[in-house]
């Protein structure tokens, strides 16, 4: 009767339109006062501030100040250019660059909205240009963006860590290093759903190579993202060709309708993901595929600055050098020193704007952690993990059936809900069921993360849909019609995830990391 009362009330207030942090809240609130009365409702603040003020969860302000920082530095657009000299010569070049430039840009994100927003701004409007139908170019890139809680640091992991302790010793620290091989796995996923993709060329029947004299039609983007992951408007012009003939320059296309020049430099680039908007950029790819290796080291050079975050973090948590609290506040300053003395593209005037953006992000993601604590409280002091966790395995004791169960109930509640309420929400109640039947702490980790991962790009919530729809100028219902290869690949490298402990463990192991 519990049960039915606390997830009744929490899908009922979410069939009213109210936001999933308030549902979450108020479902557990009205649970509380209808079983104990109103004189409980003291217990409220009691739980919520000690969740939010957990010494733990103080990394993820500074991991969000290190990757806004670092989309103001410009440092998607260096990665998009490194990735396009090496892979670009390559008949699915611009694909392979998107995943790639997603997997790294994760690494310093550690969001799948951010990263989304960061990267689709330069490389779905190359990817039309060259031929992909605006639906499948969205599709990539929102797809690619999961990644983001994948890949380390990763925000979801820091959120499993706190909730899942009281049920199984997990750390950090490991999770970091076990998310690596089943980041690499969704990201080959993703270029194999790629091939499958036809290009509009293709589609015609025709050549996708053409004449490098061909016609630049003009376009114009523009970003803009909210805290909560909404999208601004952006527009690209359509038509020309991302190909010329073999030997030649390949021409993508800039937001002016110019053809990039093989011999420009980086572009500068001012974003922010958050609570303000992007600002604007030429989201250009300003390099020759057909580049030599003065070039793609010139490029590497540029890119190397950005690319250390990821390094310094993972090898001064692994070096025993600091601990992952530690590791995001270093991030954070060297992030700084970065953006103002190396790139120069962050000004002592941009600093509030900076902070502000990402105090905004950490206040939601702190709310979302305070109410989703709240109702974590009223599933395990009712008794309901308990009742549940008796019933399944009542049913049945098979690991791979509950697994299984288990996967089909998260990607769909994955679909509606993010992945830091779904932790509060189902951690209590899966992780002691998955224990019983011999399933490591590992392994539900990076299951249950991957699981909510490809969540952020399945319909009718996942909220990269929306932050790519938004850049690509495309409706919700068109990128939906396309992201069902990258959505079938994602779903077979779950599975692959869920039922190979090895590739989430193998790693950590390897590493002697506890």
């Given at each position: 009767?519990?049960?039915?009362?606390?997830?009744?009330?929490?899908?009922?207030?979410?069939?009213?339109?109210?936001?999933?942090?308030?549902?979450?809240?108020?479902?557990?609130?009205?649970?509380?006062?209808?079983?104990?009365?109103?004189?409980?409702?003291?217990?409220?603040?009691?739980?919520?501030?000690?969740?939010?003020?957990?010494?733990?969860?103080?990394?993820?302000?500074?991991?969000?100040?290190?990757?806004?920082?670092?989309?103001?530095?410009?440092?998607?657009?260096?990665?998009?250019?490194?990735?396009?000299?090496?892979?670009?010569?390559?008949?699915?070049?611009?694909?392979?660059?998107?995943?790639?430039?997603?997997?790294?840009?994760?690494?310093?994100?550690?969001?799948?909205?951010?990263?989304?927003?960061?990267?689709?701004?330069?490389?779905?409007?190359?990817?039309?240009?060259?031929?992909?139908?605006?639906?499948?170019?969205?599709?990539l890139v929102a797809a690619s963006g999961s990644m983001g809680i994948v890949v380390p640091p990763s925000i979801a992991?820091?959120?499993?860590?706190?909730?899942?302790?009281?049920?199984?010793?997990?750390?950090?620290?490991?999770?970091?290093?076990?998310?690596?091989?089943?980041?690499?796995?969704?990201?080959?996923?993703?270029?194999?759903?790629?091939?499958?993709?036809?290009?509009?060329?293709?589609?015609?029947?025709?050549?996708?190579?053409?004449?490098?004299?061909?016609?630049?039609?003009?376009?114009?983007?523009?970003?803009?993202?909210?805290?909560?992951?909404?999208?601004?408007?952006?527009?690209?012009?359509?038509?020309?060709?991302?190909?010329?003939?073999?030997?030649?320059?390949?021409?993508?296309?800039?937001?002016?309708?110019?053809?990039?020049?093989?011999?420009?430099?980086?572009?500068?680039?001012?974003?922010?993901?958050?609570?303000?908007?992007?600002?604007?950029?030429?989201?250009?790819?300003?390099?020759?595929?057909?580049?030599?290796?003065?070039?793609?080291?010139?490029?590497?050079?540029?890119?190397?600055?950005?690319?250390?975050?990821?390094?310094?973090?993972?090898?001064?948590?692994?070096?025993?050098?600091?601990?992952?609290?530690?590791?995001?506040?270093?991030?954070?300053?060297?992030?700084?020193?970065?953006?103002?003395?190396?790139?120069?593209?962050?000004?002592?005037?941009?600093?509030?704007?900076?902070?502000?953006?990402?105090?905004?992000?950490?206040?939601?993601?702190?709310?979302?952690?305070?109410?989703?604590?709240?109702?974590?409280?009223?599933?395990?002091?009712?008794?309901?993990?308990?009742?549940?966790?008796?019933?399944?395995?009542?049913?049945?004791?098979?690991?791979?059936?509950?697994?299984?169960?288990?996967?089909?109930?998260?990607?769909?509640?994955?679909?509606?809900?993010?992945?830091?309420?779904?932790?509060?929400?189902?951690?209590?109640?899966?992780?002691?069921?998955?224990?019983?039947?011999?399933?490591?702490?590992?392994?539900?980790?990076?299951?249950?993360?991957?699981?909510?991962?490809?969540?952020?790009?399945?319909?009718?919530?996942?909220?990269?849909?929306?932050?790519?729809?938004?850049?690509?100028?495309?409706?919700?219902?068109?990128?939906?019609?396309?992201?069902?290869?990258?959505?079938?690949?994602?779903?077979?490298?779950?599975?692959?995830?869920?039922?190979?402990?090895?590739?989430?463990?193998?790693?950590?192991?390897?590493?002697?990391?506890?």
């Amino acid at each position: 009767m519990i049960a039915l009362l606390l997830f009744g009330s929490f899908f009922l207030f979410l069939g009213l339109g109210i936001p999933v942090a308030f549902a979450l809240g108020l479902s557990a609130v009205v649970t509380l006062v209808t079983t104990d009365g109103v004189q409980v409702l003291d217990v409220v603040p009691s739980v919520m501030f000690p969740s939010m003020s957990s010494g733990t969860l103080l990394a993820i302000p500074f991991f969000i100040l290190a990757g806004i920082v670092m989309q103001y530095t410009g440092i998607s657009q260096r990665l998009v250019d490194l990735a396009f000299l090496i892979f670009g010569r390559l008949r699915h070049g611009l694909a392979a660059v998107t995943i790639i430039s997603a997997f790294f840009f994760s690494a310093i994100s550690g969001s799948g909205p951010a990263t989304v927003a960061a990267i689709g701004a330069i490389l779905i409007p190359a990817l039309v240009r060259n031929g992909y139908q605006k639906k499948h170019a969205v599709s990539l890139v929102a797809a690619s963006g999961s990644m983001g809680i994948v890949v380390p640091p990763s925000i979801a992991f820091i959120i499993f860590a706190v909730v899942a302790a009281e049920f199984g010793k997990i750390s950090i620290s490991r999770l970091f290093i076990a998310g690596i091989v089943p980041g690499i796995i969704m990201a080959v996923a993703f270029f194999i759903a790629a091939l499958f993709v036809p290009r509009v060329r293709e589609l015609a029947g025709l050549p996708v190579r053409t004449k490098p004299d061909a016609e630049a039609v003009t376009g114009s983007t523009s970003i803009g993202t909210s805290a909560s992951g909404s999208a601004g408007a952006d527009s690209a012009g359509n038509g020309g060709s991302g190909d010329s003939a073999a030997g030649s320059k390949t021409q993508l296309l800039t937001a002016n309708g110019k053809a990039a020049s093989a011999s420009s430099g980086v572009s500068g680039t001012s974003r922010s993901v958050g609570s303000g908007s992007v600002g604007s950029a030429d989201p250009t790819v300003t390099v020759n595929p057909e580049g030599g290796f003065g070039e793609i080291m010139a490029a590497l050079v540029k890119a190397i600055p950005g690319l250390l975050i990821p390094v310094i973090i993972l090898g001064g948590i692994y070096g025993g050098i600091f601990t992952p609290t530690e590791a995001g506040a270093v991030a954070s300053v060297y992030a700084l020193i970065v953006g103002v003395f190396v790139y120069r593209e962050l000004s002592w005037k941009d600093m509030p704007k900076v902070f502000l953006e990402s105090g905004v992000s950490t206040a939601v993601i702190m709310f979302i952690v305070g109410v989703a604590s709240l109702f974590s409280y009223v599933i395990t002091v009712e008794g309901v993990a308990d009742r549940i966790s008796a019933a399944v395995l009542g049913v049945t004791d098979n690991k791979y059936l509950i697994l299984a169960a288990i996967t089909i109930i998260l990607l769909i509640v994955g679909a509606f809900v993010d992945a830091i309420s779904a932790f509060y929400l189902f951690i209590p109640i899966l992780v002691p069921i998955l224990i019983g039947v011999g399933v490591d702490m590992t392994t539900i980790g990076v299951f249950m993360t991957v699981n909510l991962a490809i969540g952020l790009f399945t319909p009718p919530v996942g909220l990269n849909l929306y932050v790519g729809a938004g850049i690509g100028k495309v409706k919700l219902e068109e990128v939906v019609r396309g992201i069902m290869p990258f959505l079938i690949c994602a779903i077979i490298a779950l599975l692959l995830i869920t039922y190979i402990p090895a590739i989430s463990n193998w790693l950590p192991d390897l590493l002697g990391v506890g």
